[in-house]
């Protein structure tokens, strides 16, 4: 059974269409990629899943039904971080905790192991004023696993994070995906989705221009991009007609050829002219297939 499933969804906001007939389905156990520019209507998205706001049209299920008996089995992190700051840490999670139904027993055991994965187990008496904004967002990714909810939505999880909390935050997200959560990462930044998610659906301008399985997605788009290394005179690669355009970094190069043409063609005409070190077709990295496929909506 699919996690989630949203068919031809859409939500108005007076004159502003947020979200515009978006449909696409997460199975049980994905690690799933909500992307999209600023403003596109990922967070709109979010708060209609969770029942936060309505659609105006179309429909939501979160494993086949709807209500929100359902949405008690989602844990979220929102963009926008919010904890009572006068609380200490861990009365506040064993708080949030019994909102979910955990008894206050279960929970403060259940909380104090969360802060020794994090290594907050220090701060427990600590008011979460005193903690650092890094601190406090552990502490809200904390909150909203407590309960070990079937699927995690994470909006920009990663933001604000030093390295080694990022890398220790990608882990937990990952173990917890290892053992069956279905998680929905919610970011523009793609070098963690490239890292983290096994399929993504691109939002722009609240529509759906792009969704599948990232492995095969990064097929489709990897048959025109070249990587080349050599020794001779570049202007080969400036005058030549199958380059669309390219960076070039003194004798390397990264080559996005035109629509339908042969690299093996490029590569025939290269050895003519120039000692090839290395030539390479590659796949474009996601955030490359972000941007030109943003660009080509947007004209």
């Known amino acids: 059974m699919s996690a989630l499933t949203l068919r031809q969804v859409s939500k108005r906001f007076a004159h502003v269409i947020a979200v515009d007939s978006l449909s696409f389905q997460v199975e ?8 999209g520019p600023n403003g596109a209507g990922k967070t709109t998205t979010i708060r209609m899943i969770l029942n936060i706001i309505r ?30 700051r006068k609380m200490k840490v861990l009365d506040l999670l064993v708080f949030l905790a019994a909102i979910k139904g955990i008894g ?9 192991h969360w802060l020794e994965k994090f290594e907050l187990e220090a701060w427990a008496q600590r008011k979460t004023e005193e903690l650092s904004k890094g601190m406090q967002q ?25 390295p080694l909390n990022t890398n220790r935050l990608k882990d937990i997200i990952l173990e917890l995906n290892n053992k069956g959560t279905t998680v929905i990462l919610s970011t523009h930044r793609m070098e963690q989705v490239e890292k983290l998610c096994s399929h993504i659906c691109l939002i722009n301008q609240g529509k759906k221009v792009l969704d599948g399985r990232l492995n095969e997605i990064k097929r489709e788009y990897g048959h025109n991009t070249i990587r080349l290394e050599f020794d001779g005179p570049k202007t080969f690669l400036e005058n030549s ?15 996005h050829l035109k629509p339908f043409a042969d690299p093996q063609e490029l590569l025939r005409a290269a050895v003519k002219t120039i000692r090839l070190r290395k030539f390479e077709i590659v796949e474009p990295s996601l ?7 943003v660009k080509s909506e947007n004209g």
Request: proline share 5%; charged share 20%; hydrophobic share 40%.
């Open 28 to 35: 049980q156990g994905w690690m799933y990629g909500l992307l």
């Open 55 to 84: 659609p105006d049209r179309g429909q939501i299920s979160l494993w086949g039904g709807v209500g929100r008996t359902l949405t008690n089995r989602v844990g979220y992190l929102p963009e926008e971080r919010g904890l009572y």
């Open 104 to 112: 206050a027993k279960q929970a403060q055991a259940d909380s104090l």
């Open 138 to 162: 552990q502490v809200q990714f904390i909150a909203c696993a407590l309960h070990r909810p079937d699927l995690i939505i994470l909006d920009e999880p990663f933001a604000g994070l030093d």
């Open 241 to 255: 007609p199958l380059i669309d355009k390219m960076d070039l970094y003194g004798h390397y190069a990264e080559l």
């Open 287 to 293: 955030n490359d297939i972000f941007i030109e496929k």
